[in-house]
């Protein structure tokens, strides 16, 4: 373990993504995005979608779509927990199209029903989910 690096996990609400010693993480914070390295002063931060970016110890990248969820940095560990999160790598742009596709029928279906805003404000935010993952498979 090299004295430049520190704990990072990613969780999401199905798996663990990630788990090891890192040198460098990008976090997409509401507030914005923001580093965190070895001896980082504590935070607490809720996420937007977008990318985290872990320099793994070693120097190798690695780039996962986080949606929704925090980012807890305190004593050398850094906890990403995620409500959706997906490796960029792994991100299948055609599944994404076929989903969204099927979103857009509910959407439409959806138009005349009396429990349609807030039904419509859930798939809206799946769309944009997709349409985020879709720019990052591009």
């Known amino acids: ?50 990318v985290a970016t872990i320099i793994l110890e070693g120097g190798a990248e690695e780039k996962i779509f986080v949606a929704g969820g925090f980012a807890d940095v305190n004593d050398n560990i850094c906890t990403i927990l995620a409500e959706d999160a997906v490796k960029v790598s792994d991100i299948d742009r055609d599944a994404l199209k076929m989903d969204r596709e099927v979103l857009e029928r509910k959407l439409e279906r959806l138009q005349d029903t009396e429990d349609a805003a807030s039904k419509i404000a859930q798939l809206e935010l799946q769309l944009a989910r997709i349409d985020s993952k879709m720019d990052l498979a591009a």
């Not at 373990?1 to 990008?26: G, K």
């Open 1 to 50: 373990m090299s004295e430049n690096t520190f704990h990072f996990s990613l969780v999401s609400p199905d798996r663990i993504l990630l788990s090891e010693q890192v040198e460098r993480v990008t976090v997409p914070g509401t507030e914005g995005e923001f580093g965190v390295l070895k001896d980082h002063a504590p935070i607490l931060s809720s996420l937007k979608d977008g």
